[in-house]
């Protein structure tokens, strides 16, 4: 049965993680769990725990990223709201019945096994969503 669980965390798009650190790390005092490359969306990604979700600072590596796109476009600030869920085909196929946009109609998975996939902001009141799933 597929099953919504929880914020798994919110990305905040920077043009450099380095100097967006100098607020969430040094004047709110999180910490940096791990900063890694998003091959597959052309992205640095910090990772900032937070309770039981995270902050992730997202960074475009290439000019024609969809996250580049992004920052040109609406500038630094919030990027999207990713929610924790099992049963992730099964939630696209239902979301696509009801004619929401996708822009993935079937997941992408991460070279640890996280499977994602984004709903389009046009169909959730301007909000990007991805939708994260968690092997095992």
Known sequence: ??????I???????????????????ALGLAVEKVE????????VAFLP???SQIELVAPQTDDSGTARYLA??????HHLCIEVEGLE?????????????????PVTKPDG??????????????LIELYERSG
């Not at 490359?37 to 640095?44: C, L, R, W, Y």
């Not at 996280?114 to 909000?127: L, Q």
């Open 50 to 52: 937070l309770g039981e």
């Open 37 to 44: 490359d998003e091959p597959a969306e052309k992205t640095s």
């Open 73 to 78: 476009k609406r500038g630094p600030g919030m």
């Open 1 to 6: 049965m597929p099953k919504f669980k929880r």
């Open 114 to 127: 996280v499977r994602y996939a984004f709903i389009h902001p046009k169909s959730a009141s301007g909000v």
């Open 90 to 106: 099964e939630i696209l196929a239902a979301l696509k019945a009801r004619g929401v946009r996708l822009i993935h109609e079937t």
């Open 8 to 26: 798994d965390h919110i990305a905040i798009v920077v043009e450099d993680i380095a100097a967006a650190l100098g607020f969430w790390q040094d």
